[in-house]
């Protein structure tokens, strides 16, 4: 009875943990370059339940038992979010063009990060940075100084003022984007901070005045949510079940007639 009630409980667990991860993609939804998570949802090892015969050594398959379920990873949907027109300057959406996925480098903390966020601005000194302040790089790993926000970047990410060029945009491209690890801010790194190499090629496109809009599905969301709960809410009568069931084997069956 015990192991029916943690099996329940399991299920219970997954299910909030599904729950959380959904309620963070919606809480995102207008987050430019967000991408939104999706779960793994793996079953214990089945357990064989066998019948010893009574005085005999041969036994009797009586099935199996399921032990319980578990959250086995949550990794982000890299898929292309949709594009929406800003007229800002700053504002800078990466197009994939290949199977690989492309994202700006970002210096936080004197750490490499990456992000689809391309939603920039100018500090003070000139650099150009996210809206948080962290200095986007060029493809040498250095700051990006521009001497106001009326500059020019062109597909390839080179960034021009008054005809001459400044700059080249740090853009990477990845074949494996399910290996990056998110890192908060819309930020994702690499598990042991190892720099990617900047993209050389023509296998993504950087648009000025765009940024892309988080991929996240609210109607699918809203509707794996109510699953979710619905899932919760089952596992949960089925814990109340186990407890009325001890509650009558300690306090009436077990009871002694005096």
């Given at each position: 009875?015990?192991?029916?009630?943690?099996?329940?409980?399991?299920?219970?667990?997954?299910?909030?943990r599904?729950?959380?991860?959904?309620?963070n993609?919606?809480s995102?939804?207008?987050?430019?370059g967000?991408?939104?998570?999706?779960?793994h949802?793996?079953?214990?090892p089945?357990?064989?339940?066998?019948?010893?015969?009574?005085?005999?050594?041969?036994?009797n398959?009586?099935?199996?038992?399921?032990?319980?379920?578990?959250?086995?990873e949550?990794?982000?949907?890299?898929?292309?979010?949709?594009?929406?027109?800003?007229?800002r300057?700053?504002d800078?959406?990466?197009?994939?063009?290949?199977?690989?996925t492309?994202?700006f480098s970002?210096?936080?903390?004197?750490?490499?990060?990456y992000?689809?966020?391309?939603?920039?601005?100018v500090?003070?000194?000139?650099?150009?940075?996210?809206?948080?302040?962290?200095?986007?790089?060029?493809v040498?790993?250095?700051?990006?100084?521009v001497?106001?926000?009326?500059?020019?970047?062109?597909?390839?990410?080179r960034?021009?003022?008054?005809?001459?060029?400044v700059?080249?945009?740090g853009?990477?491209?990845?074949d494996?984007?399910?290996?990056?690890?998110?890192?908060?801010?819309?930020?994702?790194?690499?598990?042991?901070?190892?720099?990617?190499?900047?993209?050389?090629n023509?296998?993504?496109?950087?648009s000025?005045?765009f940024?892309?809009k988080?991929?996240?599905?609210?109607?699918?969301s809203?509707?794996?949510?109510?699953?979710?709960?619905?899932?919760?809410?089952?596992?949960?009568?089925?814990?109340?079940?186990?407890?009325?069931?001890?509650?009558?084997?300690?306090?009436e069956?077990?009871?002694?007639?005096?």
């Amino acid at each position: 009875m015990l192991r029916g009630l943690f099996t329940a409980a399991s299920g219970m667990y997954a299910s909030q943990r599904k729950t959380e991860m959904l309620t963070n993609n919606m809480s995102n939804a207008q987050t430019p370059g967000y991408k939104a998570d999706h779960s793994h949802v793996r079953a214990f090892p089945e357990m064989l339940i066998e019948r010893f015969n009574a005085g005999k050594s041969r036994t009797n398959r009586v099935g199996g038992l399921h032990t319980g379920v578990y959250v086995q990873e949550m990794i982000p949907r890299f898929v292309q979010g949709d594009t929406i027109q800003t007229e800002r300057s700053t504002d800078l959406a990466l197009l994939d063009r290949a199977d690989g996925t492309a994202f700006f480098s970002v210096e936080q903390n004197g750490q490499v990060k990456y992000t689809r966020n391309g939603r920039f601005t100018v500090d003070p000194s000139g650099v150009l940075t996210t809206e948080n302040g962290w200095p986007v790089l060029d493809v040498n790993g250095n700051q990006i100084r521009v001497a106001s926000e009326e500059f020019e970047v062109d597909e390839a990410g080179r960034i021009t003022e008054n005809g001459a060029q400044v700059a080249r945009l740090g853009i990477v491209l990845t074949d494996n984007p399910e290996n990056l690890a998110k890192d908060g801010d819309g930020f994702f790194r690499t598990e042991n901070n190892t720099a990617l190499p900047f993209a050389q090629n023509a296998d993504f496109a950087v648009s000025q005045g765009f940024v892309e809009k988080s991929n996240v599905d609210i109607t699918r969301s809203m509707t794996d949510m109510i699953t979710a709960y619905r899932t919760f809410e089952a596992n949960q009568k089925v814990v109340q079940a186990y407890d009325r069931s001890l509650d009558k084997a300690v306090n009436e069956v077990g009871r002694v007639n005096g």
